[in-house]
């Protein structure tokens, strides 16, 4: 399978930690995204690293991609509640003619007041 | 703005059944997708249209036709459904290319049961 990995499956922690989540990848790709889906709704874009790129921020997202490992990893700074969530990491490759959007299962964090 | 909206929000079918799920986007995006989320896995391609007039297979297109019907709507139809389609649909758009080159927006999903 070319799918993502992610680790850990499942996250719960406290309001004003740290949540890291980890991706791990099969092929090379050109660039991992990071998607957040709350409970019973779509996906939301968070962040994009390009290939060439090694570390990215946004607001609370920190996002590192290691291409020797073929890993990514999303850290969330000072989690909220409203963090609560399952998080996909997708890796964007050209394979089978195309240019694909790999997902990940996800990892769900949860975040306690 | 709506961004995505895909219709029904829930169906039940029965084995053999035939349906159509439908998918706007009012972003003028050029590009939009079909995607499917079972538990314990990621999102998986069915189909896409890289731009209006143009469709091509994903990771698991069997089962499954699409229409692409003009620049805002592309619908997905199953034309005899089966038990293991059963999933959670999502439609999505980006502005152009194809899902590994940019950032995809998601509609809030189709949740399908087949009996």
């Known amino acids: 399978s070319q799918q993502g990995e992610e680790d850990p499956q499942a996250l719960s922690i406290q309001e004003g930690e740290n949540a890291t989540m980890n991706c791990s990848y099969k092929?090379?790709?050109?660039?991992l995204q990071w998607y957040r889906q709350n409970s019973g709704r779509g996906l939301v874009h968070l962040i994009l690293?390009?290939?060439?790129?090694r570390e990215k921020h946004s607001g609370r997202l920190r996002v590192t991609l290691d291409t020797s490992k073929k890993s990514s990893s999303l850290l969330i700074t000072a989690s909220r509640a409203a963090d609560t969530a399952s998080y996909f990491c997708?890796?964007?490759?050209?394979?089978?003619?195309?240019?694909?959007?790999?997902f990940g299962a996800g990892t769900r964090l949860a975040v306690h007041p | 703005n709506a961004g995505v909206t895909q219709t029904p929000k829930f169906q039940v079918l029965k084995t053999g059944q035939s349906m159509t799920l439908q998918c706007a986007q009012d972003?003028?995006?050029?590009?939009m997708y079909w995607y499917r989320q079972d538990p314990g896995m990621g999102l998986r391609l069915i189909y896409y249209?890289?731009?209006?007039?143009?469709?091509d297979k994903g990771e698991v297109p069997n089962g499954y036709n699409v229409s692409r019907l003009n620049k805002r709507e592309f619908s997905l139809r199953l034309e005899s459904a089966a038990p293991s389609q059963t999933s959670v649909y999502f439609c999505?758009?980006?502005?152009?290319?194809?899902?590994?080159?940019?950032?995809?927006?998601f509609g809030a999903g189709s949740r399908l049961t087949v009996l």
């Open positions: 999505a758009s980006s502005a152009r290319g194809s899902p590994g080159a940019n950032v995809l927006t």
């Open positions: 092929t090379s790709i050109n660039n």
């Open positions: 690293i390009r290939s060439n790129e």
């Open positions: 997708a890796g964007g490759l050209f394979s089978g003619g195309y240019n694909k959007l790999i």
């Open positions: 972003m003028n995006h050029n590009s």
């Open positions: 249209s890289a731009s209006e007039g143009t469709t």
